[in-house]
Antibody, heavy 119, light 109 residues
Framework: EVQLVESGGNLVQPGGSLRLSCAASGFTFSDYFMDWVRQAPGKGLEWVGLIRLKGDRYTTDYAASVKGRFTISRDDSKNTLYLQLNSLQTEDTAVYYC??????????WGQGTLVTVSS | EIVLTQSPDTLSLSPGERATLSCRASQSVSSTHLAWYQQKPGQAPRLLIY???SRASGISDRFSGSGSGTDFTLTVSRLEPEDFAVYYC??????????FGQGTKLEIK
């Protein structure tokens, strides 16, 4: 089955850290750019960042709101995408989705994992 | 940075009616890079339309996209109960960041 499954969401205190995972199956993971998108409670979608391919040296890009605090990585041998969240702030509270990017579209989304930043 | 503005914020219609949702870009964008998503409560977004007018796999032909330049439209020809949801447009520029519109909520009247 073609799917993405996120995990790792949790309650964390402001200033804390968390690592999210996204396990891919049913497609050749290493062939696709992968992205993270988040959605704060009751709000719209916000692009977080992306990671390119091995041939692109796994380069990354980030939204200004998370640059310097969040890091995206991937392990193609494990078909897994990661999002390391550091220096978390209350405004980072959101459902985090991973998405498979393919030629200017997010054609596959995970079910999301909830990150709550609160004291 | 491009801004996408969707209108209306909320659209109230009855099943069987036609829905027209708008997405306006702050500057001209390539239609190749414009996509639409549907999101139902508690679910992940789902790709509906890419390249402004191409339907994604498995999407009903009641959904159609059109537009160019700064003005894009998502049309649902005959609303079914399952179509009531939030719809987002998205622009993929030549480089990130990738921008979403704020969303249009399509609700049952």
């Amino acid at each position: 089955e073609v799917q993405l499954v996120e995990s790792g969401g949790n309650l964390v205190q402001p200033g804390g850290s968390l690592r999210l995972s996204c396990a891919a199956s049913g497609f050749t993971f290493s062939d696709y750019f992968m992205d993270w998108v988040r959605q704060a409670p009751g709000k719209g979608l916000e692009w977080v960042g992306l990671i390119r391919l091995k041939g692109d040296r796994y380069t990354t890009d980030y939204a200004a709101s998370v640059k310097g605090r969040f890091t995206i990585s991937r392990d193609d041998s494990k078909n897994t995408l990661y999002l390391q969240l550091n220096s978390l702030q209350t405004e980072d509270t959101a459902v985090y989705y991973c998405a498979k990017e393919n030629w200017s579209k997010f054609e596959l989304w995970g079910q999301g994992t909830l990150v709550t930043v609160s004291s | 940075e491009i801004v996408l503005t969707q209108s209306p914020d909320t659209l109230s219609l009855s099943p069987g009616e036609r829905a027209t949702l708008s997405c306006r870009a702050s500057q001209s964008v390539s239609s190749t890079h414009l996509a639409w998503y549907q999101q139902k409560p508690g679910q992940a977004p789902r790709l509906l339309i890419y390249g402004a007018s191409s339907r994604a796999s498995g999407i009903s032909d009641r959904f159609s996209g059109s537009g160019s330049g700064t003005d894009f439209t998502l049309t649902v020809s005959r609303l079914e109960p399952e179509d009531f949801a939030v719809y987002y447009c998205q622009h993929f520029g030549n480089s990130p960041p990738y921008i979403f519109g704020q969303g249009t909520k399509l609700e049952i009247k």
